[in-house]
């Protein structure tokens, strides 16, 4: 059982120096704008899934009374067809550095992804490779496959080390006249390394290919700045630090300068220049609306706008500072008081190449993971023996990292948890 006072397990300068983190952080009030039941004791899981805002638990049923229930189809012509690239402008005015016009919310990151592949690599008829990494996330290495089998092409794998990411060097060394695209994570989901998007996408231009940055654990935590670092392709999700809820849609970024030249696969009516002229041809809308194929959810996209308008508040600087913190804070108390239990810290130790999670190894990490889910803290178990700290940086404390990092040592050492 639990000890009643777990925070015993540290030593008292961990859990002064937590509180003393929290006081001193600008953000700590904006945590209490989230939803934050009794029975969650440490949520350490918002990269997978964001906790949702108060002001959306509330906004949602006036939205079904109003919005839906009243103004029901009506409500298209009222707000709802322009959400796409309102929310997406949003997106890339709060969190991505892109200026308006070159991002659009719907689909999942999935169809997204094979959107922008398949577009792209059409528009490099004469290349036929693929670059991408090993490590990447199935998604998106199952979809960069099955483009390349689709499209005659062949994927150049990169093998980076786990540990370290994908180089700059590494991609260099795999670049060359035959790649028509390079597709990376900028933030990598195992082991939070952050790619150089700039020093990358700047190699694949050199060689004239395009570049594709997902940026599913970006979005929301690190600041990333698309525009000025001439990037051509993005996508990321919307349910991890945007705190859009299950299966929010994803968004999709397409430079200015491509979005006429690019052809999207899926050419659906919500993309088309006169969606409601129901003419016999496809004519795709001009700007970033092409890329969109059929009815994106906009119920939604109700718990993204306020996410983005509570991280607009706070300013993606300030976001990415506090959770700089938090990581660092999480790898220090993993070294003082886990290492001796055996953990290992499998993230980067540079804050500069540190995305928003820190992953810790231990044999045991399935069976710890499972015993902190009974006691109410929710981080991860990423196979096969990682257990991913995800510090949402406006919904996370610091004491709450303190809590949750004593129950995994009160665990590793309880003789009754198995050795892995
Ligand atoms: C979470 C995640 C996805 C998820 O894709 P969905 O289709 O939106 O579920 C894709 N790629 C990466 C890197 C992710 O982390």
Redesign the pocket.
């Known amino acids: 059982m639990p000890s009643p006072d777990v925070l015993d397990q540290l030593p008292a300068s961990i859990v002064e120096r937590a509180a003393e983190l929290d006081r001193r952080d600008p953000l700590a009030s904006l945590r209490e704008e989230f939803v934050l039941p009794d029975g969650v004791v440490a949520y350490l899981d918002g990269n997978s899934l964001g906790r949702p805002l108060t002001v959306t638990r509330d906004r949602l049923p006036r939205f079904v009374e109003q919005e839906w229930g009243e103004r029901l189809i009506r409500s298209w012509d009222d707000r709802w067809m322009d959400r796409p690239t309102v929310v997406g402008d949003a997106i890339g005015r709060v969190v991505l550095g892109a200026s308006a016009g070159q991002t659009v919310v719907g689909d999942?990151?999935?169809?997204l992804?094979y959107k922008l592949v398949r577009a792209a690599v059409d528009a490099r008829p004469d290349r036929t490779e693929i670059v991408a990494d090993t490590e990447?996330?199935p998604?998106?290495r199952f979809i960069l496959t099955a483009v390349a089998a689709e499209t005659g092409r062949t994927v150049r794998w990169i093998r980076p080390d786990p540990a370290t990411g994908v180089q700059p060097s590494e991609v260099s060394a795999a670049l060359g006249d035959r790649t028509a695209l390079v597709v990376l994570?900028h933030v990598a989901?195992k082991s939070a390394f952050v790619a150089d998007l700039p020093a990358i996408t700047a190699a694949a231009h050199r060689a004239g290919a395009l570049v594709l940055w997902?940026l599913?654990?970006s979005a929301g935590a690190v600041d990333v700045h698309l525009d000025a670092a001439d990037v051509d392709l993005a996508v990321g999700?919307g349910y991890?630090f945007l705190n859009g809820g299950p299966g929010a849609p994803?968004f999709g970024y397409v430079a200015h300068r491509l979005q006429r030249e690019l052809v999207q696969p899926i050419p659906g009516w919500m993309g088309h220049a006169e969606p409601f002229a129901m003419g016999p041809d496809y004519v795709p809308a001009s700007g970033i609306r092409r890329f969109l194929s059929g009815t994106p959810s906009i119920l939604g996209m109700l718990p993204l706008e306020d996410m983005l308008a509570l991280i607009e508040r706070a300013g993606m600087p300030a976001v990415r500072a506090k959770s700089v913190l938090l990581t660092g804070f999480t790898v220090a108390v993993a070294d003082e008081v886990l290492a001796s239990c055996g953990v290992t810290v499998a993230s980067p130790r540079d804050p500069e190449r540190r995305g928003a999670h820190v992953t810790l190894e231990h044999d045991a990490m399935r069976a710890v993971v499972a015993r902190l889910w009974d006691r109410g803290v929710i981080p991860d178990f990423r196979p096969t023996r990682g257990l991913r700290v995800g510090l949402s940086p406006l919904s996370t404390s610091f004491t709450e990292v303190a809590t949750a990092l004593a129950h995994v040592r009160q665990i590793l050492t309880d003789p009754d948890t198995p050795a892995g």
């Open positions: 999942s990151t999935s169809v992804l990447n996330f998604t998106d994570s989901y997902d599913c654990h999700c991890k994803a």
